[in-house]
């Protein structure tokens, strides 16, 4: 069974950096597109980057220049790089990628449970 687990999520003051984890585990033949959402208490779940099998980037506006994804193709995981946080950052980040499993035929999303960021002022 696949699943992904975030974590580097925490307690940060404004200013400060963290960097996300999403590690895959399970059966996978080829993971094509990943990314990183968050959801802000009241508010809808958005995409904050993405990043294809080939490394292309897709970020937000509001954190472009500040958050940089980057995966490892070999070892199914991606990761977030977040400086100059600010507290409108603060949300609960959840890792999904397109995952091809073993067994399958076409691909399938699959999301990790979140890791709460909080950015104090």
């Known amino acids: 069974q696949v699943q992904l687990v975030e974590s580097g999520g925490g307690l940060v003051q404004a200013g400060g950096s963290l960097r996300l984890s999403c590690a895959t585990s399970?059966?996978?033949?080829?993971?094509?597109?990943m990314g990183w959402y968050r959801q802000a208490p009241g508010k809808q779940r958005e995409l904050v980057a993405s990043?294809?099998?080939?490394?292309?980037?897709n970020y937000a506006d509001s954190v472009k220049g500040r958050f940089t994804i980057s995966r490892d193709n070999a070892e199914n995981t991606v990761w977030m790089q977040m400086n100059s946080l600010k507290p409108e950052d603060t949300a609960v980040y959840y890792c999904?990628?397109?995952?091809?499993?073993?067994?399958?035929?076409?691909?399938?999303?699959?999301w990790g449970k979140g890791t709460l960021v909080t950015v104090s002022s």
């Open positions: 990043i294809t099998r080939g490394a292309s980037t």
């Open positions: 999904n990628a397109d995952i091809l499993p073993g067994g399958y035929y076409y691909g399938k999303q699959y």
């Open positions: 399970g059966s996978i033949l080829r993971i094509n597109a």
